[in-house]
C-alpha cells in the first residue's frame, strides 16, 4: 500500500480578515478569492492574495453564536449574468438564502441594491445548529445544507420532519429572472418540496467531489460520533442521514426512527468528546500536489487533528489522522485551477493545503484525471469517443443522474480512444464509470 501523504500549510498573504469562515472563487476566468466573513463582509483578492476590496457588506445580519455570514457561491453563468447567492443568519435568527448581482460597472463591486430574498426558514427557540454551505451542483441545480433548529437532540424532530426545511439539504432551481420567488422546486424532488435530502443535525461544511460530483458531506455530533458520509454521485434524492434516531452508526433516539427506512452510515466517524467539531472539507482535484490526488482532506476545528480518507477497494474506505498546528479550522475552498484553501476563524489566516512528500504519487489517479470524453454534449443515439490513456479498463456502465446502470460492456480489449454508441437517451444528464482494477472513473456528459 502506498504512503499516505504528509499534509502541510502555507499561509497565504491575505490582509485584512477578521473572523473569516469560507473562501470561493467565481470561476469567470479571473482567478480572484473570495472570503466570507461571519460579520457579513465579502472581501474579493487577486490571483496573487492581492487585495482588492471590500466586494459586499450583507444586510439584516444576525451575528451572535453560530450565527452570520456562512457562505456565497457563484450562479455557473456568472460571467454571463452576475448572480451569486449568499446564506446566513437574518436579524431574527431566521435562516436566510438571497441572491445578489455584480455592479454593472465595477467586478470587484457588487451590486447591495440587487438583493431579492429568496428563502426566509423560521428558526426559532435556539440559536445554534444552522448549517450551511451552498453548492450548484452539475445538474444545475442550487443545493444548501441547514441545521437541525438546536438543542442537542432535535426536541421537534426536525431532522426526520421532511415538511420542514431544517436539517436537511435542500436544492433548488434558481432562476435568473427579476420575478420573485427566484427559484423554482425541481420536479422530482423526493417530497415535492425543496428537500433533497433528510436527517442532518449541523452539517456546517461539505461539497461535491470536483471530478466525480460524488457527494461528501460531514454532520457535527451531540454525545457520540462525529460523522463523515458519502453517496455516489446521483444517489442522494431522498437519502436519510439518520439524525437524530441515529448518530453514526450507533442508535440515539429510537422515538423519531423512521420504519423501514435504510439510513446512510458514515464512512469515517469519531468519538464526540467535546470540544471536537467535525469541518467537511473536499477531495483534492488540483495538479501542484499529485500524491494528494483523490485523497478526501477534512479537519476537526478544535483538536488539530486532520483526515485524510481514499477509496481502499471492494467498496471499501482507508483512512488516516494527521496532527497540524493550525486549529480553528471553518472551511475547505478550491481555487479555479483547483488547488484547496483552507480558512482559520480563529486565527485569521488563509493557507494553502500542500504534502511535505512528492514521491507517493499514484500512477492509476495521475492518469484517470486524463480522461476524457468528446463531444460531451450529444444527440441521443449519438456517437462518443473516450480517451482512456492507455488505462486497461474492463468494465464501462451509463448511469443516468438518479444513478440508474442503463448499459454494462465489457471494454478489456477496446481501442483507445474508445467509440461508444449511444441508446436512445432522453436528454439530461448522465455518467459514465470506467473500471479498472486499480479503481474507477466517472465522467459527466449531457444528451441535448
Known sequence: MLAQPQLSLTAVPASGLNMPLQVVNADDGSGRFFVVQKGGTILVYDPSWDFLGNFLTVTNLGGSFEGGLLSMVFHPDYASNGFFYVYYTNTEGNLELARYRVSANNPDKADPGSKAILLS??????????????????????????GDG???????????????????????????????PYYSIPANNPFGNEVYATGFRNPFRWSFDPLTQDLWISDVGSSIREEINFLPAGTGLGANFG???????????????????????????????????????????????????????????????WFLISPGGNGGWLSSVQTLSVKGIADFGISENGEVYVVSITENMIYQLGTTTSSTANPFQDRAAQ????????????TMHIGLQGIPFQWLQLCNSAG??????????????LQLNLPTLPSGVYWLKLSAQDGAVLRKFVVK
Open 150 to 180: 438546536g438543542n442537542p437532540l432535535d426536541p421537534g424532530n426536525n431532522g426526520q420532519n421532511t415538511g420542514v426545511l431544517l436539517g436537511k439539504l435542500l436544492r433548488l432551481s434558481a432562476d435568473t429572472t427579476d420575478i420573485a
Open 243 to 305: 439524525w437524530s434516531c441515529m448518530e453514526g452508526a450507533f442508535m440515539l433516539n429510537t422515538g423519531f426512527c423512521e420504519p423501514d427506512t435504510p439510513y446512510v452510515t458514515p464512512v469515517y466517524s469519531y468519538i464526540t468528546l467535546p470540544p471536537v467539531s467535525i469541518i467537511g472539507g473536499l477531495v483534492y482535484r488540483g495538479s501542484e500536489h499529485p500524491d494528494l490526488q483523490g485523497y478526501y482532506v477534512s479537519a476537526d476545528h478544535y483538536s488539530g487533528n
Open 404 to 417: 440508474q446502470i442503463l448499459l454494462t460492456q465489457n471494454i478489456q480489449h477496446a481501442s483507445d480512444p
Open 371 to 382: 480522461v476524457h470524453l468528446f463531444p460531451n454534449l450529444v444527440a441521443s443515439q449519438g
Open 121 to 146: 426558514i423560521q428558526h426559532p427557540n435556539f440559536n445554534n445548529h444552522n448549517g450551511g454551505e451552498l453548492h450548484f451542483g452539475a445538474d444545475g441545480y442550487l443545493y444548501l445544507s441547514t
